[in-house]
């Protein structure tokens, strides 16, 4: 162990039934009940990390809420029990589980082998509870099926076949309880195969993938946010952070022992009564989980000084509009599952936060505040979703703006000498987090006049926090502290001078040999279906987001339409906004010659005037700007020599501004596609400049779970190149 660091993770690796009992103990016994804890690790080991997954219902130790009138008691989440295989039973071994609401670490390498037999546990719902227009006559939704995204890798979506049995990252699956009942046979909401009590996977990490953080949730349409809203999230690691960043003054990789993972968490607990929801009203008990949460449960911001916000806001009652009375309730926003933790940084270099938003629909709007100084503090951003930035020297502070956009107020960093960073620096004060998304900082004790790098004073602290947001029309997220941090960084800086050195994968994966250039290694010639076509020159997809239904506010859904090097929509490829059809792939594509990754622009446009957040499976994109000068990482076309400076699985939407009365007076704030063409709505299209790099069946949707599962989500294929040849093979047989 390295004093004055944070433990090594080898001391929380998990590889056997007794290294998990072992690891749990150690740190139980090692940290105080108020300090932040490490999520558990389970670490792959000789190439693969195998294990069994059980979804069940617990309650969740770390929160402690006491109803009015009553006792305190443990709120029931749902969580992951998992244990390494072989497994007998489908049950894990007395104490050689581990089971932490916060989440585990599944530690993994490039090249290795994820393998998990997932087994549905959970209870069934109450049907009054789960009610969604995606479940025509509510048939199966409240058996509660479960099954497993991992999101952000860019991994097969592999679907079983009759010599493979196990899935990929395959989405069109549901696992039933079969002591919830057997499901009703449905078209319109079963997406894919039904199986009962478990499933396996198996998925291949490339050798040329990122190394970076990502996370897996379930991925049930129309029970996505109630199971995440529970607790049913971990996150996953991809090689190490030194793989991409090194300390600036000695050229040496960042410590792994000074890496932090930050897995945010929120849960909603009603004192009881009765609730709104979607079917109607019903009666809760005392201390119940709200799992299709209600944004308004308590008030955005303190009702006055006297209100401490410490990891949780108070329910209010809302019965005055219509809504539920939350009062004598709690929502409490966790840090790997504890509330307003505290965080003891004492490594003289700084720390590396990993941050993930494992919330259904919360977005968070966080800031380190200096608790003296009472200012937000500079950190180095390092990374986005999985991906370490890359920069150009050149990169100017407008383009640095722009590549943050709505995710990061971007500052100027303390003056630093260029000679000592491979790619530029990025400094940001302020993080918006929307759901899904995960961000990687560089957090050391900075001067609060200047931001540079400096020794804290003896009690030196500050506040992790959100401090609200407010979605447009949309909801209103609260502000609430979330940690303590004490700064103890005395002695001497070994490694860090000014920042941290990041050789990016937004870079690398560019690359000739990199994950969004190369030869997709499983893919083969096959001839193209019917419907299945790549873009013709010039063309692009534009997605559109509103409402199916313009008078009800629950009909999530996309739209969709091919346009034209004039900026034309193409005859015959607009379709309405429409929920989700799992029958329906609305993109079908096909890889490059050769079975390359093939490149496509998509235009996003927000027709809501309350936020969305866009998000796509399997890939990364980059956003561009045609007025970007060229050689920029916004340019329009890509320099494979700078990379994607910022990569990103998830990006957020304006809001649009309507000029005529009736989209806020009758059209539940929403414009329709005709309103945007014809000018009546202003909304300026977000576009994108998107890498495909793996064949099969996936979706874009909003990450906003309560979006997604309301219908705000598409299918998407990709499928092998005819041509296996030179790319002047397939421009010749073209039909353009």
Known sequence: MFVGRLHKPSMRSLTSAAA?????????????????????????????????????????????????????????????????RPASDLKCPAGAAVSDYGGVRLALQKGDTLK???????????????????????????????????HGLIVEPRAPTLSDQTFGDYVFVQIYNSANGMPVPQTTHQHGSNKMNYADYRIE????????????????????LNQVSEGLAGIISVGEVSDYAHGDARDTPFPEASVRHLVLKDMQVAAGGTVQFDSGPAAVQPGEVINQQDPGFCAQFPADSSEVRQGSCPGVDNTADEGSNFSGGNWFFTVNGRTFPTIKMTDPDGEVWRLTNASGSLSYNLQLTDDEAQKPMVMQLISVDGVSVNLPQDT????????GGARFRVVPCPPLPSSRFHSKPVCVTQIVMMPSSRTEVFVTYRDPATGAIASPGRSASATFKMVGLTMGSGDQWPAVDLAKVNFHQHGWRNHISYGLDIRGDA??????????????????????????????????????FGLADLTDDGTFGLGY??????????????????????AQNIVCLPLAAGQRPVHETWELVQLSTENHNFHIHQTRFRTINSKAAENTPLSVSLNRSIGGGMLQDNVPLGVATPNVPEVMDAQSGVCSIEQWRNGQCTSKPVVLDIPFSQVGEFVYHCHILEHEDGGMMAKIKVVPSPYSGNPWEAMNQMPW
């Open 116 to 150: 998990i037999r997932l087994v549905n546990q959970l209870p069934q719902l109450d049907p009054a509870k789960v009610n969604h227009n995606t479940d025509p006559g509510q048939a199966n939704l409240f058996r509660n099926p479960t099954n497993l995204h991992t």
């Open 205 to 224: 990490i490339p050798r040329n993938h990122p190394s970076g953080q990502f996370w897996f949730h379930p991925h049930i349409h129309g029970l996505s």
């Open 507 to 544: 870079l690398s994966t560019m690359q000739p040999s990199g994950i969004l250039d190369a030869k997709v290694p499983y893919a083969s010639a096959t001839p193209l279906r019917d419907g299945c076509r790549p873009l013709p020159a010039g063309h692009r997809r534009r997605i559109f």
């Open 396 to 403: 100017t502070m407008d383009t640095m703006v722009r590549l």
């Open 561 to 582: 339409e091919e346009v034209d090097q004039n900026g034309n929509p193409v005859p015959g490829t607009q379709l309405p906004v429409s929920q989700f059809d799992p």
């Open 20 to 84: 998990v009992l072992a690891g749990l103990t150690c740190a139980d016994t090692a940290a105080r009940a108020h300090d932040l804890v490490e999520p558990t690790v389970l670490r792959s080991k000789h190439g693969v990390l195998d294990l069994l997954m059980i979804a069940k219902a617990k309650p969740v130790s770390t929160i402690s809420y006491t109803p009015p009138g009553g006792s305190p008691m443990n709120p029931t989440g749902w969580v992951y029990e998992i244990c390494p």
